[in-house]
């Protein structure tokens, strides 16, 4: 008897407030790297109307104007009054990235945090090696549902508001406006995507469009551009600005945190998540770094052949290098023994995190390529993390 279901990803697009701070945060770390490649950063940023801020802990070398960042920011993001020169729509949201009351509540790391962190002794430290930089635990995902080996439904979901942003910026439809979100739902029968079930698309927009036009050219210029035609049916259902008017966005209709789309930003709910968000912190974070190698361990897993599906789970304590735990789990799709599996990732990848910085080489200024639009699967943005580059050494080990 098979087993159907129906499961649901969302994305959402670069202008939304929680996206709007997230990209900020990660401006401030690229813009710290740039500088001194070993500073250390953790930079949380909130917006509401026209009040935005940015607040956390940054140890570094580099002359940083952190208000310049966010005007920048914000006005490469489309919140800038200039956005709508040469079309016939006027620009109607109070967000305005020249006119905008900044906040800067920066300090430095805790020294505590930087002994635990700093690949030295120190008083009572169990090791003089690099320690994780919190305890926690970080999942990577990986399956063969989508050529760049991610599921479905987040993968749909993201490619959506990307051309939506694009749709946008190149003015192919103008009257587009930078906060969205994009949703797929896809049926499963017995673990297989077999048909997108349903597609929902809202999106800010100016105000002298109207909702049936808006509908009309996002059906027709999105979606049946973007997703599968085979996935598309009969049945599937559309929803198109389903409240109507959508022209109060962005963070003049809500208000913004860095770190609140942690989904969006990885497996769309398909893969586990440990909590810990990514933008804003440098690779001494394993929030973030650890979960980029998770990803690279799965994925050429996957790649390898060896598994359908695959989930692999690090867990650190504070200042200590070594992982306290490794769980890798197929879900039944492998086709060598899953202790196998485990035995050649620790001998083909090192967890540690001084070893995931070099081998991942992420003291660079590449983080604001992972911003928007998941932070994997992004085949196209030049993330270490997504190459297949291991797929060889782990067959030296388990074979063709």
Known sequence: MSNTYIFSSESVTEGHPDKVCDTISDAVLD?????????????????????????????????????????????????????ADGTDYSYTCNFEASALDKYVFIGEQSPEIAQGVDAEAAADKETEEQGAGDQGIMFGYACNET??????????????????TRLRKDKVLPWLR??????????YIDDKPTRITAVVVSTMHA???????????????????VLPAEMLTDET?????????????????????????IIVDTYGGKGRHGGGAFSGKDPSKVDRSAAYMCRWAAKNIVAAGYAERCELQVSYAIGFPDPVSIFINTFGTSTVEESKITAAVKEVFSFKPADIVKDLDLLRPIYLASTNYGHFGREDAGLPWEETNKVDALRAILGD
Do not use: W
């Open 147 to 164: 050529p760049e080996l991610m599921p479905a439904p987040i993968a749909y979901s993201h490619a959506l508001s990307k051309e939506l």
């Open 178 to 187: 930078p906060d969205a979100k994009t949703q797929v739902s896809v049926e």
């Open 31 to 83: 813009a710290c790297l740039a500088q001194d490649p070993t500073s250390r950063v953790a930079c949380e940023t909130f917006v509401k109307d026209n009040h935005i801020g940015v607040a956390g802990e940054v140890t570094t070398s580099a002359k940083i104007d952190y208000k310049q960042i966010m005007e920048d920011t914000i006005r490469e993001i489309g919140y800038d009054k200039s956005c």
């Open 207 to 225: 105000q002298e469009i109207s909702t049936p036009e808006i509908r009309e050219a996002i059906k027709k210029e999105l979606i049946e551009k």
């Open 237 to 261: 259902e559309y929803h198109i600005n389903p409240t109507g008017i959508f022209v109060i966005g962005g963070p003049e209709g809500d208000a913004g945190l860095t770190g609140r789309k």
